[in-house]
């Protein structure tokens, strides 16, 4: 018999399938091609009676394997899951990069979600309880024994009776430090209105000249006793955190120690605050930390899963952002120094004092305005290039803002509808 026309049955998770054995040597080193070789009956389950291979596999998968062999276009069913398949092609010794291109994007769109989901769902659950996992001691010391306990009365306000009480209390300090905050503005604002020009404009009138804290002492001890309760709280926290890496690696936690100084230099330094206002004014900038405190909020109440969901979207696009933002500082360079030169080139001398670009540093600033379709429009173009050239630059803007935006809605949907599964899960488990 021509070689050619010589048949194979094999026999896959009880479904026969016979070809020839020209169709099996087509890809030469896989499995399939090694069951055309004279001492393939020894080496695999074969069957002299019904002359027949057999192989407990999937029999819907082979046919799509067995397909490929006879069309060399490997394709897949809809329903199947990408481990499965990448499983199934590895014990036949085929490469998953065969695959054609309609069925791989149609595996990746499907699969990439819930893939994408469990890395969201260990980092959301790594982010909950990194910090509570004590670590394994070896010695019975008095801080070996309290530091769970204290650590999540501290951190967990959920954890116990007490820890709700201590949540409640920390609370209240948050709250009123940021009134606080809110009263001494108005004072400090009076303060430097007084000694320094505010805005450019050296006519203002107060006849306060004393440091605001001497107007309103009250204000700087309420402060002081807010801030004595979050140093207190702080060293708690910190003493007794497992991992003290982790913990000061915390956004949150940062802007809490940061928080903690304004208060303690303004004690010590207060005939230099008096001799230089701007200090002053220095310390107020950095009391804009206290606003941060608000997030603890957060803590009392279970974060939304929309906003949870939301975060980690934007932690996955970060490089995205990232390429973004160069793009747009480009743009903002070039058409800010274009504009600047084609306004002072292209002005008439009688529209001279009209010139609304006098400054390179205002066309930066034009351009970002522009480029971000804000257009304020306190400052225009006056010459036909200057016009084209602002036409350009929106034109730019819009395309470089509205392009990524497909890209975020795409990941924030698979994330969430993902997020939403494993919700069900939890709630039929828990049913």
């Not at 949540?167 to 209105?193: H, M, P, W």
């Not at 973004?324 to 002072?344: D, N, P, Q, V």
Request: glycine share 4%; charged share 20%; with cysteine.
């Amino acid at each position: 018999m021509d070689g050619s026309k010589e048949k194979i049955i094999l026999n896959v998770g009880g479904i026969r399938h016979e070809t020839y054995c020209s169709t099996l040597r087509t890809f030469p080193g896989t499995k399939l091609c090694s069951l055309t070789e004279p001492n393939a009956s020894t080496l695999y389950d074969y069957n002299p009676t019904t002359k027949e291979f057999f192989f407990d596999r999937s029999a819907q998968l082979f046919g799509y394997v067995l397909s490929y062999y006879r069309t060399k276009h490997l394709h897949c069913p809809v329903d199947t899951c990408r481990s499965v398949l990448e499983e199934e092609l590895a014990f036949w010794e085929i490469s998953d990069a065969q695959l054609a291109p309609c069925c791989w994007l149609k595996l990746t769109n499907k699969d990439s979600q819930p893939e994408e989901f469990n890395v969201w769902d260990e980092n959301e659950h790594a982010d909950d309880q990194c910090l509570i996992v004590q670590v394994e001691r070896r010695d019975f010391s008095w801080r070996a024994r309290w530091q769970p306990k204290i650590w999540s009365i501290f951190e967990k306000p959920f954890s116990s009776l007490s820890a709700k009480c201590l949540a409640i209390i920390s609370l209240l300090f948050i709250i009123g430090i940021v009134i606080i905050f809110c009263e001494e503005t108005k004072a400090q604002y009076e303060y430097s209105a007084a000694n320094l020009t505010i805005f450019g404009h050296s006519n203002v009138i107060h006849s306060i000249h004393e440091p605001y804290y001497h107007q309103a002492p009250y204000l700087l001890h309420l402060e002081l006793f807010c801030v004595l309760w979050f140093t207190f709280e702080f060293s708690m926290r910190f003493f007794f955190c497992p991992d003290k890496k982790k913990f000061l690696r915390n956004p949150l936690n940062v802007a809490d120690f940061l928080s903690l100084f304004p208060v303690y230099i303004e004690l010590f330094t207060a005939e230099q605050i008096q001799k230089m206002p701007s200090l002053a004014l220095w310390l107020g900038f950095v009391r804009v930390v206290y606003l941060l405190k608000l997030l603890k909020i957060f803590k009392l109440i279970e974060t939304p899963l929309i906003l949870r969901v939301l975060s980690y979207t934007l932690k996955s696009i970060i490089r995205e952002i990232c390429f973004l933002l160069m793009i747009l500082a480009f743009e903002t360079l070039f058409f800010g120094s274009l504009f600047f030169y084609s306004e002072l080139l292209g002005i008439h001398s009688s529209y001279r004092a009209d010139l609304h670009f006098t400054d390179i540093n205002i066309c930066f600033w034009w351009a970002l305005i522009t480029l971000t379709t804000v257009g304020y429009g306190d400052i225009i173009p006056l010459t036909i290039f200057g016009q084209v050239m602002a036409a350009f630059a929106a034109i730019f803007g819009m395309l470089t803002i509205i392009i990524p935006i497909p890209i975020f809605l795409v990941k924030f949907k698979g994330y969430y509808a993902t997020a939403i599964t494993k919700q069900k899960l939890k709630m039929s488990k828990k049913q």
